[in-house]
């Protein structure tokens, strides 16, 4: 597949999730990055969000998220600042995120993860992932020039090593993969998804962390109401879905009954909605 086409159908699979599409002008391709706060900014492209902090002492980002990609976020950290990208956080182990790291390890960046993704991304295939070179347990705390970024493993999520990414002193919050606020994610995209474990980081987070900046891995924009309208979809999907089941209804019951019409005006509901419920019966069923 020659790379132009091989961009175009990940531009069609990605468009998806933005609700956006060329047709609307928007071109997916072109790199955005927005500041957040002092130092602090969203990089995005080809619907994949990164973090990226900038310190006098080098840069902290996350999730490279394919070679085309990071080799842009490149260019695009070179007009804030000369700086060295110094620490790559990757926020979990699947590979859409975590591939295409290299341009970063060449200058002498840090890899850092969760320790259950070590054995994840060594099976990387095609050999892309650049494997990490540190990993903590429960809790890690990144420090460089004037900024702090923590990381806290809160258990199974979407996959088994999820971090959650936290700058206590900037107030940020980024959540990638389990927090799509306003959309009903599509089915394919559903395995890896614990929703039992989700909703116990949804509270964690909510009771634990403080923040006024949130970002999302996939969508173009988020916030903290945004996330707790999230917060609120998950526990309604869980909470509709165990009444049914301790009433003795089938998940195929429950798929063809259970409604949640405060998120109707969610992308993906109507398409989606079903297959949210057969994923939160299982998990409430199976525990993962
Ligand atoms: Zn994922």
């Given at each position: 597949m020659s790379v132009t086409s091989k961009l175009t159908t990940l531009t069609l699979t990605l468009g998806m999730i933005s609700?956006?599409?060329?047709?609307?002008?928007?071109?997916?391709t072109k790199p955005v990055m927005t500041e957040l706060k002092d130092g602090v900014y969203q990089y995005s492209q080809f619907f994949y969000n990164s973090l990226v902090v900038v310190t006098d002492e080098g840069v902290i980002i996350t999730d490279p998220s394919g070679e085309a990609r990071s080799k842009m976020m490149r260019k695009e950290i070179n007009k804030l600042t000369d700086?060295?990208?110094?620490k790559v956080i990757y926020s979990h182990d699947h590979f859409d995120h975590s591939r295409g790291g290299q341009i970063f390890k060449d200058e002498g960046a840090e890899f850092i993860t969760q320790e259950k993704c070590t054995e994840l991304m060594s099976r990387d295939l095609e050999n892309r992932v650049v494997q990490p070179d540190t990993t903590y347990q429960d809790s890690y705390s990144i420090k460089l020039g004037d900024k702090q970024v923590d990381l806290h493993y809160y258990?199974?999520?979407?996959?088994?090593c999820m971090s959650i990414i936290h700058m206590p002193t900037d107030n940020v919050l980024m959540g990638v993969d389990w927090h799509l606020p306003g959309y009903v994610n599509e089915?394919?995209?559903?395995?890896?998804?614990n929703y039992v474990a989700i909703l116990n980081t949804f509270e964690r987070v909510l009771n634990e962390l403080e923040f006024d900046t949130v970002l999302s891995g996939h969508m173009p924009a988020s916030s903290p109401e945004a996330f707790k309208e999230d917060y609120r979809f998950n526990k309604a999907l869980f909470d509709a879905v165990w009444e049914g089941m301790q009433k003795g209804k089938t998940t195929e019951e429950l798929k063809n009954t259970v409604k949640l019409p405060e998120f109707s005006?969610?992308?993906?509901?109507?398409?989606n909605l079903p297959a949210h419920i057969e994923r939160m019966s299982y998990s409430i069923w199976h525990g993962n």
């Open positions: 609700g956006v599409s060329a047709a609307d002008g928007f071109d997916p700086a060295l990208v110094k258990g199974p999520n979407d996959g088994d089915p394919y995209r559903l395995t890896a998804h005006h969610w992308r993906g509901y109507e398409e």
